[in-house]
């Protein structure tokens, strides 16, 4: 075929019209905490002084008369006194501190190992060592070279070891120094001098243009310090250390995060205006005696319905295609929510039903590990202890049960195999998300597959048609994973590379993000699956996915990748294998991995002569750690348009299942259809067809 009926061959599809929109699709920058603010909305932000706070607070209230009769009577000092006594009424010791001090113990938790040297001043974040910030804190260090350690501390995650600590012992030694530390924080950074100051590490032409401007009061920073500091004055309220003083700076400084919010919000579809929005209701909900709290409900409402619904698909996906985020912004709207009935009012029907379908996306996309997928930027945290109620999306799955009176997320938890549909197999087309699975229990074989639209930020990889595959109780084929976010650059451009994804690249060149969905059917007894992204400027990828024997002892899968164009060079698939052994045979075209439990077997073959090549490969699961694998390509060396069918089985032990294609591949053409393949695998033939038109 000719370059020129190439082309006419792509036209009469519409590939090359779809070609000149894909690239115009608007990428978001990396979700780094750098978005600037509205700069309209900072003239007059200034922090309120602790001695103004009654003229922020209702005190015409009736629950506050006894403090305003005092502060008419004996004035401020004793008037915050009172208001303390009505926080300490309001908010008295949590029933779950512990009655004694453990703290000396032989048995000391992480947050009280962490708390002891946050006292000490001593931080940590991540995978990194801890840092010694000194008698004199500078908030702004950068220890570890990593923007998010900067962020966490401004975040004040640091605050929950405290609270979780003194939960734990019940020593106030733990409220002494968040009143510390919060008032070390809140002296160095009144809202109108810092609120647009440049990091000094990450500053212009480092970070941008404009640098990390604004970093102490951006959305996150905000929304998620004023939650951390509202779980703090809930619980130290009563202890000894948290003085009348020390209460009105506290409520001048929220007070500060409320007006920055309301001002200056994200005002961006995104995670973390969902974030910051939580942060606004968290202060409504712990001082529901601001003034302009009904004011302050009417935004929130309506711009968390807003934002929610926009950044989240019509099947409950969150638009950045990652199961972290899909779960922060899940949980903090659920917080919104129930902040917002406390507070006497009620969110619109349309983002309740919304929740609902985001906690539909946990049932459906589920791993056999009771998580997420690894596609972009999620990690992989599943608990050696084997202990199902420790998996991730245990308590998500329980709490959606009691929330929305469905009891297959429960079953699911707990695997009520009664309870749980016959077919787990579950298609999120609009997101782009897909679960292959033949059973719910440990040892069922699963696959997850993403081929999406563009997300709403740079939290998606350029992968689209990759793959996971897990059987009998191992990740056989796990994804790339994102391995770091702020501090290695170079690191997390090479985990971010198509190549190192299950899917087809020409020549390694990072694909387009161009994902949408042809056809799926799904049953019992076998799941069809068809994307395809248009990968290159005149280079679609189609891929076909046959999920087969589900209920059979051999279930297995069959791949037909279609580079459907007249591109040229090294048109390859990639398999990146679970670290451990893993044997190339390239007359058979076969990959085998060699583990003492499970394992997978993988053959491929191309409608022309293919090579199957090592690659370098790199697995991640958790932040800052990774791990050396084997990842393999086939690869054909010519032009477009080029078929390869592979045949994925896995299998307990060492002994593989014999497989082979019996459909003579040169009858098959890239763009093709119908289509017709016949395979038989482990002595039974099996015919498997697709067709999308007609």
């Not at 924080?185 to 440049?198: Q, Y």
């Not at 790339?480 to 690249?505: C, D, P, S």
Request: proline share 5%; net charge neutral.
């Amino acid at each position: 075929m000719t370059s020129e009926n190439r082309r006419q061959f792509l036209q009469k599809f519409g590939f090359i019209s779809l070609a000149a929109g894909v690239s115009s699709f608007p990428m978001a920058t990396i979700g780094y905490p750098s978005d600037s603010f509205i700069e309209t909305e900072k003239s007059g932000l200034a922090s309120l002084l602790p001695g103004e706070i009654f003229s922020v607070l209702n005190i015409d209230s009736s629950e506050l008369a006894k403090v305003k009769e005092v502060l008419n009577k004996k004035g401020y000092d004793a008037a915050l006194a009172e208001l303390l006594k009505y926080y300490r009424i309001r908010y008295p010791k949590p029933a779950e501190v512990a009655k004694s001090s453990s703290s000396g113990s032989d048995k000391v938790s992480a947050s009280i190992s962490r708390a002891n040297n946050i006292e000490k001043h001593i931080f940590q974040w991540g995978p990194y060592d801890a840092a010694d910030y000194g008698s004199n804190i500078d908030w702004a260090a950068d220890p570890a070279g990593d923007i998010e350690w900067v962020a966490s501390v401004y975040r004040f995650y640091w605050a929950n070891d405290l609270v979780n600590a003194y939960l734990e012992t019940g020593d106030e030694r733990y409220a002494s120094i968040f009143v510390e530390l919060t008032t070390d924080w809140i002296g160095k950074h009144p809202l109108e001098k810092t609120i647009d100051i440049v990091h000094p590490v990450y500053k212009a032409g480092v970070y941008g243009s404009a640098g990390w401007k604004g970093y102490p009061w951006l959305d996150l920073q905000t929304g998620i310090r004023a939650t951390n500091i509202c779980k703090g004055f809930r619980t130290f309220v009563h202890t000894k250390a948290f003085t009348p003083s020390f209460l009105a700076m506290l409520i001048a400084s929220l007070y500060d995060h409320q007006l920055k919010t309301e001002k200056m919000p994200m005002n961006k579809v995104h995670n973390k205006a969902i974030f910051e929005q939580r942060g606004f209701f968290n202060v409504m909900y712990t001082l529901p005696e601001y003034k302009d709290r009904e004011k302050w409900l009417d935004t929130g409402i309506e711009l968390t319905s807003k934002y929610l619904l926009a950044q989240t698909t019509a099947d409950g996906v969150q638009r950045e295609w990652c199961g972290g985020y899909h779960t922060g912004v899940y949980n903090d709207a659920l917080e919104i929510e129930n902040r917002t009935e406390a507070l006497g009012r009620k969110m619109p029907l349309v983002f309740q039903n919304r929740i609902k379908l985001m906690a539909d996306h946990f049932f459906g996309i589920s791993t056999p590990d009771l998580g997420f997928p690894m596609f972009g930027d999620t990690s992989r945290n599943v608990q050696a202890s084997g202990d199902r109620k420790s998996l991730p999306l245990y308590d998500r799955l329980l709490e959606a049960s009691e929330k929305f009176n469905d009891p297959k997320y429960k079953a699911l938890a707990d695997l009520d195999i009664q309870q749980l549909p016959s077919n787990g197999s579950t298609a999120f087309s609009e997101s782009g998300l897909y679960a292959m699975r033949n059973k719910w229990t440990p040892d069922q074989v699963y696959m997850a597959l993403h081929c999406s639209p563009p997300a709403f930020s740079s939290h998606d990889t350029p992968d689209n048609g990759t793959f996971e595959i897990y059987g009998y109780g191992r990740w056989l084929m796990p994804d790339t994973g994102f391995y770091t976010y702020g501090n290695n650059l170079k690191a997390r451009a090479w985990h971010r590379q198509t190549k190192v994804h299950a899917t087809l690249t020409l020549n390694g060149e990072d694909t387009m993000i161009s994902g949408r969905k042809l056809l799926w059917n799904s049953s019992e007894d076998a799941d069809v699956l068809c994307v395809e992204n248009h990968s290159y400027r005149f280079f679609l990828h189609r891929r076909t996915v046959w999920f087969l024997g589900k209920k059979s002892d051999v279930p297995f899968f069959v791949i037909l990748d279609e580079a459907i164009g007249d591109g040229k060079g090294d048109i390859a698939i990639h398999f990146p294998i679970a670290p451990g052994p893993v044997t190339l045979d390239n007359a058979m075209g076969r990959i085998t991995t060699g583990f003492d439990d499970s394992n997978l077997m993988i053959q491929v073959v191309g409608q022309k002569p293919i090579s199957l090549e090592k690659e370098e490969g790199w697995y991640s699961k958790k932040y800052g750690e990774r791990e050396k694998r084997t990842s393999v390509s086939a690869v054909y060396k010519g032009q477009g348009p080029f078929a390869f069918v592979s045949v994925l089985v896995p299998h307990k032990g060492k002994k593989y299942p014999d497989c082979r294609l019996i459909t003579d591949l040169a009858s098959l053409y890239a763009g093709g259809d119908p289509v017709e393949l016949e395979v038989e695998v482990d002595g039974k033939k099996w015919t498997l067809e697709r067709k999308l038109h007609g």
